[in-house]
């Protein structure tokens, strides 16, 4: 990385500085200097203590998916499809190309349809079998076989850290990772890989961050960071649970992707309620960055939000458009579609020939 890079990189880390003044498209925030090297806390293991490799992933999928109602009535929404698959079986498959082969789904009442699609169809399976239709045969079959897959209810529905603290006696004392359904992670990234990379570096916890418009910072939990040395990975110092544009720390969103030491266990049992009544995992984070265990990576690559309808439309045709099998064909009848809608009136209707 040249120096103006550097330059450049460290200056985005203020986002909103700590004035809170917002980021206009024609000036830049100036450049922080990085602070003295015995100013920062430790977050690092203890020596002669190696970090614990991480193979258990928790997915909270307990929410009722108000948003896409009356769709998800009866459906899960994390069951809604993408394509031709799920979209919680994107975020498993996530798990399962990371090297994660124990996944705990925190599920709440009328989501067994989850927990039937991660399991072994057998009359259906035969009936495949019987056809000898290999390809939608293995289908069937690949969810089941992701990963060691099980299942807990939430109960009531107090939050994310709530849904997290479910997760304590199947995890143990071992560090986990957790992902939230509504962000879907493009297949060709490796964020997830790369937030187990840094946590066996430092160990402690660490969470994706994603910069956001300052228009969107009040959707997320936006996190206050310094510089680390490494281009990618910054230390976080403070969290916000979906701050008012004013009172943001930074740009710098909590996406949806998590690696978490066990001591968040403890933090999250004495957590009063926070924002909406609910146990916010932003919360627990707080205390432990405190402490100067959380570290963050930058992540700017393909994410998809299908927590919202219009970002869901728009992941199904990205994703679309990128599948061997349809894109072609798919992307041949888009072209015609934006076009006619951009056609005089009276020629739109062309598209559904």
């Known amino acids: 990385m040249t120096p103006g890079e550097l330059s ?7 986002g909103m500085n700590v004035a809170h003044r917002s980021p206009t498209a024609s000036s830049a925030p100036s450049e922080p200097s990085a602070p003295p090297a015995s100013s920062a806390p430790s977050a690092g293991p203890a020596p002669g203590r190696a970090a614990r490799a991480v193979r258990k992933a928790v997915v909270p999928a307990a929410g009722l998916g108000t948003r896409f109602l009356p769709a998800t009535k009866a459906t899960p929404k994390e069951m ?3 394509v031709d698959k799920p979209a919680i079986q994107y975020v498993v498959e996530e798990a399962a190309a990371a090297g994660l082969d124990d996944v705990l789904m925190v599920t709440g009442r009328h989501k067994r349809a989850i927990e039937d ?3 072994q169809a057998f009359e259906l399976e035969q009936a495949l079998a019987a056809k000898g239709d290999t390809v939608r045969l293995d289908a069937v079959r690949n969810p089941a076989r992701l990963a060691d897959i099980h299942h807990i209810r939430q109960g009531d529905p107090l939050g994310l850290g709530h849904a997290v603290l479910c997760a304590r006696h199947h995890v143990g004392d071992q560090p986990f990772a957790v992902l939230l359904g509504d962000d879907l992670i493009d297949p ?10 840094v946590r066996e570096r430092h160990a402690g916890s660490v969470v994706a961050l994603m910069e956001v418009p300052p228009e969107q910072v ?6 206050a960071v310094e ?7 910054v230390r976080v110092t403070g969290l916000v649970e979906k701050p008012a544009r004013e009172d ?4 710098y969103a909590v996406i949806g992707r998590y690696v978490l030491d066990p001591a968040v266990f403890g933090v999250l049992e004495r957590t009063a309620p ?7 995992l932003t919360d627990a984070l707080q205390e432990l960055a405190a402490a100067g265990t959380v570290h963050g990576v930058l992540f700017s690559g393909r994410r998809y939000d299908t927590g919202d309808k219009a970002d869901y439309l728009r992941t199904v045709v990205r994703l679309a458009c990128d599948r061997p099998d349809l894109g072609p064909e798919f992307i041949a009848w888009l072209k015609s579609f934006v076009t006619s809608l951009e056609a005089p009136t009276g020629e739109g209707a062309r598209w559904a020939a």
């Open 8 to 14: 450049s990189a460290r200056a985005s880390l203020i």
């Open 227 to 233: 510089v680390s040395g490494e281009d990618d990975v």
């Open 80 to 82: 809604l499809p993408v």
């Open 274 to 280: 926070g924002r909406g009544g609910e146990i916010q």
């Open 218 to 223: 009040h959707l997320y939990g936006c996190a």
């Open 188 to 197: 060709r990234e490796t964020l997830l890989s790369r937030m187990l990379e």
């Open 248 to 251: 943001a720390p930074s740009r």
């Open 117 to 119: 699609h991660f399991d």
